[in-house]
């Protein structure tokens, strides 16, 4: 198996219009995954954080559908996890 991890429809044409990417289940931690997504689509790299390698303010990481804040990057992944991306919006 591997870590699923789930592009909302805002980034999907970042990713070839992949809904879902698979990652290794060697990753330990959802940050070891979004790097792995990353080093495959690096155009992800500046939606999700910002350039102190912080997570956007507007991202939100949720594991198996539980949130994963605080420290979202240093929640424990193991095989068959599903990992979502968050875009939150605001607006009015």
């Not at 959802?30 to 999700?48: D, F, H, M, N, T």
């Amino acid at each position: 198996m591997s870590i699923k991890i789930h592009i909302p429809h805002l980034m999907q044409s970042l990713t070839d219009n992949q809904e879902f990417l698979e990652t290794s289940k060697e990753n330990k931690n959802v940050g070891a995954c979004l790097k792995e997504c990353i080093s495959r689509y690096p155009q992800l790299k500046p939606k999700l954080f910002n350039k102190k390698g912080k997570l956007h303010n507007y991202i939100e990481i949720y594991i198996n559908q539980e949130s994963a804040y605080p420290d979202e990057l240093a929640k424990p992944v193991k095989d068959g996890d599903l990992i979502y991306i968050t875009v939150m919006l605001a607006g009015g």
